[in-house]
């Protein structure tokens, strides 16, 4: 549950941000040089620029910012600013090489460590940065974050594999039998949080969202189920297609989700460097929510809008309450979500029945992200913070919203508030989604 001191506030931050750093160095420790340096796709930054900006954001925010101090390299600032270089630039530009960037990376650390034992992270420091170290939990969550694009990264990278995990295990034996959609009864539920110590900006304040009953799938569309769509001539149906997405199918030459290849009358996947058959039971990953919403389309479904996503994966109809995840406020445990990078893929659709939401939907947490109708917008009541580039200038029709997080995310941000967005066209990172349907006039509560 939430940490209610300083102390503990102050233990969690730190055992954050040394994950995210053991995470950081694992994903990159297979990499030879050259690798780090080159562009494995022009959608992605080198991989040695995610290393050094990740020291940089935290030489600004945590040695800087939150510690007062003059700070290791701020003369890096520009060449690490997101919004200066677009990513397909970054490889040419003069960046620190690996050995310079990991030990930018160390020096940094060390430093944090220094000004995270100096700082009151009690609720009642009255710098809300600081206050329930709010700043380090930022920092842990914005590494994390890197740590996924670097997955990201090594998943577009040809050649053979620099990164493993075990499988996740089978389904659970009651996963052929789920019910193919869950009832989640209309009326408000309480949307956000004011309250969660290291909710970013976007996720606050709490407001109270009025939702008509609606049918969620239970779990998160198969690799099976989209396939039929794909076999079925989908991808060359306009009447499936949002107009814009119609464009891009068109433009792009789409003709499966990314990395989907077919040979000899079967679909086969590229994962990691290594090629497979399609896993039938799989969640389905890698598409772009165009694609999501013409299968929903084909399916005779919408996408479900954010706010239904975030009631069914949170109001718990017993008490009214919002939960911080969908079997309760208790911290992920292996037993209830894949998230991690403990596994480098998604389990089977019908896994985790520990992890189910009180309506009886599995896998909302964990696995895939998945796409949602809904723009990228401020809730009521937004106040950018710490600053502008982390959210408010994405807002708007340009983005849409992801939830849930996927199998390469921390604990640290997988809960049900956190809030991901991307261009409708993009397919690099790990999202698949699921359907709803309308269920006008059943089941208020
Ligand atoms: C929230 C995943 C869209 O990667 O652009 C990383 C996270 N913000 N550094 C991104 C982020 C600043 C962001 N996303
Ligand atoms: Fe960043």
């Given amino acids: 549950t939430t940490p209610d001191n300083g102390t503990t506030l102050s233990a969690a931050a730190r055992a954050a941000l040394e994950t995210a750093r053991r995470r ?23 991989l040695v620029w995610d290393l050094a900006h990740i020291a940089n954001q935290e030489d600004l925010w945590l040695v800087r910012t939150a510690g007062r101090r003059p700070g290791l390299r701020p003369d890096l600032d520009p060449l690490y600013d997101a919004f200066q270089h677009p990513r397909a630039d970054r490889p040419a530009l003069p960046l620190l090489g690996p050995a310079a960037a990991r030990a930018y990376l160390t020096a940094v650390r060390a ?11 009690s609720p009642d420091n009255p710098d809300p940065l600081l206050a329930n170290g709010f700043v380090f939990g930022m920092l842990a969550q914005h590494e994390q974050q890197h740590d996924e694009t670097m997955l990201a990264t090594l998943q577009l990278r040809e050649g053979p594999p620099v990164v493993q995990a075990p499988a996740p295990p089978p389904a659970p034996a009651d996963a052929a039998t789920l019910p193919r959609e869950v009832l989640v009864p209309g009326g408000p539920f309480t949307m956000g949080t004011s309250t969660d110590p290291w909710a970013l900006d976007n996720e606050r304040p709490h407001h109270t969202v009025d939702v008509p009953a609606f049918w969620l799938d239970t779990v998160p569309v198969s690799n099976a189920a989209y396939q039929a769509f794909v076999d079925d001539g989908g991808y060359r149906e306009p009447r499936w297609w949002a107009p814009e997405g119609w464009r891009h199918v068109r433009k792009a030459g789409l003709r499966a989700p990314l990395f989907w290849r077919r040979e000899g009358g079967r679909w086969l996947r590229r994962r990691f460097g290594v090629t497979e058959a399609v896993p039938p039971d799989e969640p389905v990953l890698h598409v772009c929510w165009y694609e999501a919403d013409a299968y929903a389309r084909w399916a005779g479904r919408r996408l479900p809008t954010e706010a239904e996503w975030e009631k069914a994966a949170r109001h718990d109809p017993a008490t009214g309450r919002s939960r911080r995840h969908p079997w309760g406020d208790a911290e992920p445990g292996p037993e209830h979500a894949n998230l991690g990078q403990r596994h480098l893929q998604p389990a089977p659709v019908g896994s985790f029945p520990a992890g189910a939401a009180p309506s009886g939907a599995r896998q909302l947490i964990g696995d895939v992200w998945e796409w949602t109708a809904s723009d990228f917008d401020p809730y009521p009541g937004f106040t950018a913070f710490p600053y502008k580039e982390y959210s408010e200038v994405f807002f708007g029709p340009d983005y849409k919203v992801l939830r849930g997080g996927a199998f390469s995310v921390d604990p640290v941000a997988g809960r049900s508030t956190f809030r991901n967005w991307d261009y409708p066209i993009r397919r690099q990172i790990f999202a698949g989604f699921r359907t709803a349907g309308n269920a006008a006039g059943e089941g208020r509560d």
């Fill in 24 to 46: 950081t160095l694992r994903l990159t420790d297979q990499v030879t040089d050259d690798d780090l340096v080159a562009q494995h796709s022009r959608l992605m930054s080198p």
């Fill in 111 to 121: 430093a944090t460590f220094e000004v995270l034992a100096g700082t009151d992270t």
